[in-house]
């Protein structure tokens, strides 16, 4: 049996998860609560939030759930100031709502692009400011934002989450050195094919295991817990000379 590492400071610190009700981001809310951090969490899902701050109330903090739309800005900034009042400030950042719908390229309009923007990137930038001053007050802390190898690989189906993914790494290089004087560090996690229930539901047919089983180094399914044991690392102390990195996680996808 595999045995994992214990972060001890990540105990006790906050550490603010969006998108966190289902999938990777539901991940990264229990493998922090495991580790003793005050989590907050936020997404649009109210049922399955609740369901997952339930389920975690015996941890050493419960998780703190709010229910909040992440495109609406407003909003965001109020979700992140309730949770610093009931959790203290924010030490850890995880930049982790999306949403990879499907979209034909010759159909899409103006306001599915400035969507899609606001989906799966301006939050990011938004929540790092909003965060920041509690972050230089610490004494330093972490900013994790979500990518995706999906741009990467030149994928079909979906051009403005790959534009937007593809983003993700210009917003961490373009803040790394500037978030850096006061010691925070911004890096990018990377996940290949996640293999969720919303993947097994949507998209993993004989076709999409045949590729894992070709192009993958590793064999088996990448997982979100694979993710959260990364972002666990990039959260704690042990990361503290690591900023302005691309964290790759997919298995070793060729």
């Known amino acids: 049996m595999s045995a994992f590492a214990t972060y001890p400071s990540l105990a006790d610190r906050h550490v603010f998860v969006s ?8 991940a990264f809310v229990e493998h922090f609560a495991a580790q003793g951090s005050r989590v907050s969490f936020i997404d649009i899902d109210q049922a399955n939030g609740e369901k997952l701050a339930g389920g975690l109330a015996g941890c050493r903090h419960a998780p703190l759930f709010i229910r909040c739309d992440v495109t609406q ?8 100031a309730t949770a610093r009042e009931v959790h203290g400030p924010v030490g850890v950042l995880v930049n982790n709502a999306a949403n990879d719908v499907r979209h034909r390229f ?14 799966n990137l301006r939050h990011q930038y938004f929540a790092t400011q909003a965060v920041r001053e509690d972050m230089r007050a610490l004494g ?12 990467m690989k030149k994928n079909a189906g979906y051009p403005l989450y790959a534009m937007a993914k593809a983003a993700v790494h ?5 803040l790394a050195r500037e978030l850096g004087r006061d010691r925070i560090r911004i890096n990018a996690l990377v996940p290949g094919w996640v293999i969720t229930e919303k993947q097994r539901r949507l998209w993993l047919d ?8 070709r192009v993958q180094c590793l064999p088996g399914y990448l997982m979100a817990d694979d993710l959260a044991r990364a972002a666990l690392f990039l959260a704690a102390d042990d990361s503290r000379m690591c900023t302005g990195q691309d964290v790759i996680v997919d298995g070793g996808w060729v």
């Open 170 to 174: 210009g917003l961490v290089n373009g």
């Open 73 to 80: 800005l407003d909003a965001l900034e109020a979700s992140i």
């Open 140 to 151: 330093g802390g972490s900013v994790i934002c979500l990518g995706s190898t999906g741009w």
């Open 106 to 119: 010759g159909d899409t309009t103006a306001a599915e692009f400035d969507q899609s923007v606001a989906i």
């Open 206 to 213: 004989e076709a999409g295991e045949a590729e894992i089983a």
């Open 19 to 26: 998108g966190g009700a289902t999938g990777i981001g539901a």
